[in-house]
């Protein structure tokens, strides 16, 4: 059932992974340490299939597949998927290969990053010119829940503020050129 909720490789999440994968979870009455195992063979056949490949474009789609069930799992377990989750210590492979290991941990950071700053990114397209204090709420709550820093949050916010005021600047401009040029028009008709 997880793999089918997650998108394939290329596709971005859509929001409701996350909430749909909780009410599985509690219609079948399944506890935590059973699910995050479900969890963590998906992560292993993923990874697996990962390294089996010898395609560079499949690797690309199997590693954005592992990111993606990466964050979706760490926000279904919360808190408890420090433990329940212990994406670090399985996928290291042996002690020789550090490189690998340090790899998979900002394997771990980047997909927790990434998929929320999608996320958050596909939230803040529902923003418009005219922002209310329920909106900014409600982009705070998908913050949180999305686990996506403040600095990056606000760096977002900040980039989708400034395009909505070129776009109303570009817009009152082409006003004041119609208005100018209509003006100028019916001068010279004078």
């Known amino acids: 059932f997880v793999s089918s909720v997650l998108p394939p490789g290329a596709e971005d999440l859509k929001g409701n992974e996350v909430e749909t994968i909780i009410k599985f979870k509690a219609a079948l009455g399944i506890d935590d340490p059973d699910a995050a195992n479900v969890h963590m063979e998906i992560g292993r056949r993923i990874f697996r299939e990962r390294l089996e490949t010898g395609d560079r474009e499949a690797d690309m789609e199997q590693r954005k597949a592992f990111q993606k069930l990466i964050y979706v799992s760490n926000l ?12 670090k210590r399985l996928f ?22 990434e998929n929320a700053k999608r996320l958050y990114a596909f939230k803040l397209q529902s923003v418009g010119r005219n922002i209310d204090a329920k909106q ?21 916010f900040r980039e989708h503020t400034r395009k909505l005021i070129e776009e109303n600047i570009s817009t009152a401009l082409e006003i004041l050129k119609s208005r100018t040029k209509a003006l100028y028009e019916s001068c010279s008709l004078i």
């Open 76 to 87: 279904v377990f919360g808190e408890a998927s420090t433990f329940l989750l212990p994406w």
């Open 92 to 113: 290291r492979v042996t002690d020789s290969q550090v490189l690998d290991d340090i790899h998979l941990y900002l394997l771990v950071d980047i997909a927790i990053r």
């Open 136 to 156: 900014l709420i409600d982009l705070r709550k998908a913050q949180r829940l999305y686990r996506l820093s403040d600095e990056i949050a606000a760096e977002m």
